[in-house]
Structure formats: structure tokens, C-alpha cells
């Protein structure tokens, strides 16, 4: 599946309320109208645009299961090479973009989850993601299965971890000022961290909150994380 939601400003304003298990208390953030992958980058998609095994997702077959084991440099490459194949404009999502679609855009029901409160009927998480017809072993599952969240995206919560283009800026940044003026320095960026979001089908329910943010470095991988993608909207022009 390779499908994508147009997901609108708020209306009236382009702030929305804006938190996570990491910031209190929330802060106003800006969106702009953007496309957002209805589904996680599958398997199927990453074969037909890397053409090439040079990274072998933890469970490889699966096609329709989203890619896995995906660095979020490797994202970039592959980026890269989807937008010189299509002509178009793709990117991973803002990390504020990706809030505000997984909570429902303006049709918000707020939610714990993005689209339930019950973190079952939206997500594979450890609690769910082994035994059954994909065998005992707990492992990802085919993008979609689960219910949608208010806008129509599945598997914003759970199955893998989604990078965000983001620096994850916490540690460097108090009350809005930076502790280190001129950060990143250059030829430091192996040692600041990108964002996650999502949670995965090897965490646990709370990881798959629409509040929680985890990060890592730029060159890490491993069968927990993958990506979803973002479309300019001049890109339909």
C-alpha cells in the first residue's frame, strides 16, 4: 500500500496544543497543510525503490509488513532516491506534524493512543504481537490490520517506531535557550540523536502513546524501527 491523507492546518489557527510524556507544560506548535503515508513503508515499497538487499529486515518475507531495521540515514537514502524515480517532493515527517496526525488532526477525539484509548484495537505492541498465524515469535505485522485513527492512519501507534526529521533537542535546550550556542557543531551530528515516535511491536503499551518520544542516533537500526513519509502538497501540482 502506498496511499497518502492530505492533512489540514487547524482551522482558524495554526497552532495546536502541543505535549508529550517529556515536556510539560505543552506548548503551542505551527503546521502547514502536508500529506502523510496512510501506511508505514512497507517491505514491498523499500524493494522497489532500493532494489537491493543490502539491508534485510528481522522479518524479511513479510512484504506488506512495514520495513524494519532501517537506520534513519538509510531512510534519507531511500528518500532520496523515491524522489529522483517520481519527480516528487517526499521527506519524513516534522516531529510536530507527526503529533498532530497521529492525534487526530482537528478530528481529535484525544485519545491515549492515536485512535483508541485501548492500545489493543490500534496497536502491536508486546502485549499482542506474538502467536497466531505469524507464528510465536513476536514480530511485526502487515500495515493496516488494526483500526485507523480519526484521520484514517494506521499504525501510528505501534508495530515500528517511526523516525522524524527532527534533532531530539532536549538535553540542549532549557526554557527555550540553547546551553550550547552554535549547536550542532560541525561534524558532531554521529552524536545527537533523531526522534521516534510510535512505539513498536517489541515495546511496551506506553512507548505506543501519541505523548511519548524516543530518540537515537543516526546510523542505528534495528528490527524495531522503520518510517513513514511526508508529501510536499506542491508535489500533486
Not at 518475507?61 to 532501517?70: A, L, T
Not at 492500545?119 to 499482542?128: D, I, K, L, R, T
Request: charged share 25%; glycine share 12%.
Amino acid at each position: 500500500p502506498f496511499f497518502f491523507l492530505m492533512i489540514r492546518r487547524p482551522p482558524r489557527s495554526t497552532l495546536f496544543p502541543y505535549t508529550t510524556l517529556f515536556r510539560s507544560p505543552a506548548r503551542k506548535e505551527s503546521v502547514s497543510d502536508f500529506y502523510i503515508g496512510k501506511y508505514e513503508v512497507t517491505q514491498r515499497l523499500w524493494r522497489a525503490v532500493m532494489d537491493t538487499d543490502s539491508i534485510l529486515p528481522f522479518n524479511g518475507g513479510c512484504e506488506d509488513c512495514p520495513m524494519e531495521n532501517v537506520s534513519w540515514k538509510n531512510a534519507q537514502e531511500f528518500i532520496g532516491r523515491l524522489n529522483a524515480m517520481t519527480g516528487k517532493t517526499f521527506r519524513l515527517p516534522t516531529e510536530a506534524e507527526w503529533e498532530y496526525a497521529a492525534r487526530g488532526g482537528h478530528k481529535s477525539k484525544h485519545y491515549k493512543y492515536s485512535g483508541s484509548n485501548q492500545v489493543s484495537e490500534v496497536a502491536w505492541y508486546v502485549g499482542n504481537s506474538s502467536g497466531g498465524q505469524y507464528g510465536e515469535a513476536g514480530t511485526t505485522r502487515p500495515v493496516g490490520l488494526k483500526k485507523s485513527n480519526e484521520l484514517g492512519l494506521y499504525d501510528m501507534s505501534g508495530n515500528v517506531w517511526e523516525w522524524c526529521g527532527d534533532l531530539y533537542t532536549k538535553e540542549y535546550k532549557q526554557g527555550g535557550k540553547s546551553i550550547h550556542p552554535g549547536w550542532p557543531f560541525e561534524g558532531t551530528y554521529l552524536f545527537f540523536r533523531r526522534i521516534l515516535r510510535g512505539g513498536s511491536w517489541g515495546g511496551t503499551a506506553k512507548g505506543c502513546r501519541v505523548s511519548y518520544i524516543d530518540y537515537d542516533i543516526e546510523n542505528y537500526s534495528d528490527e524495531y524501527g522503520g518510517f513513514r513519509l511526508v508529501m510536499e502538497p506542491e508535489s500533486i501540482k
